[in-house]
Each structure stands twice: as structure tokens, then as C-alpha cells.
Nanobody, 124 residues
Framework: QVQLVEAGGGLVQTGGSVRLSCAAS????????MGWFRQAPGKEREFVAGINWSGGSTYYADSVKDRFTISRDNAKNTVYLRMNSLKPEDTAVYYC?????????????????WGQGTQVTVSS
């Protein structure tokens, strides 16, 4: 079992920046690939970014590439999502998730554990 708790969401203006964090507890954090997903009102949950267990490999959705950065600190059992140049369309609830899958796959179905989500609202 892995418990995930997100933090860092809030209200930000267009063009601004926010850093989300996700603290993990439970079984060995450094054995899981981690991901960030988001869900806007009336839309399906979508993949945002993923990072492998060591931090050596990352993957991004095209919509956030070059604006968002995912990172992890295994010593602190924490994964981060730095979001720059935010747009109103980035407004969503952001979820942290852990995957025991061997490969990094941008699919919610491959993630075993989920946090409760944190709201990010980008004002225009």
C-alpha cells in the first residue's frame, strides 16, 4: 500500500507558476513510477507527466511539454510538478499517482494508487 497526499494547488494568474508536491508513505517509494494526472470539470482524467522510479526518465503530455517539469526526491518520498507559463486551460484538479508497472506508460489504468487531488485554478 502507498498513501499519497498532494499539496501546493491554488489560484494563479495566466502566465504564472505553481509547484505541486506529492508526499508518499507506505511501501518503498523508490520502487514506483510516479505520475501526475488532471481532470477538468466535465472532462476525463488525462495524463500530464510521468517519471520512472529512479528519476532518470520522464514523459510529458504534448499540451504541457516545455512548460511543466516533473521531478522526484526519493530520500524525501516526494514527487513534484513544477508548472510554468500557466494557461486557463490548465485549470483542473491535479492528482498524483503511483504505478508498479515496469515501464512508464501514460495511462491511468496502469496506476495503482492515487492521491485525493489538489485544485489548480488559472485566472485569465
Amino acid at each position: 500500500q502507498v498513501q499519497l497526499v498532494e499539496a501546493g494547488g491554488g489560484l494563479v494568474q495566466t502566465g504564472g507558476s505553481v509547484r505541486l508536491s506529492c508526499a508518499a508513505s507506505g511501501r518503498a517509494f523508490n520502487t514506483y513510477n510516479m505520475g501526475w494526472f488532471r481532470q477538468a470539470p466535465g472532462k476525463e482524467r488525462e495524463f500530464v507527466a510521468g517519471i520512472n522510479w529512479s528519476g532518470g526518465s520522464t514523459y510529458y503530455a504534448d499540451s504541457v511539454k516545455d512548460r511543466f517539469t516533473i521531478s522526484r526526491d526519493n530520500a524525501k518520498n516526494t514527487v513534484y510538478l513544477r508548472m510554468n507559463s500557466l494557461k486557463p486551460e490548465d485549470t483542473a484538479v491535479y492528482y498524483c499517482a503511483a504505478s508498479s508497472s515496469v515501464v512508464l506508460i501514460p495511462s491511468a489504468a496502469r496506476y495503482n494508487y492515487w492521491g485525493q487531488g489538489t485544485q489548480v485554478t488559472v485566472s485569465s
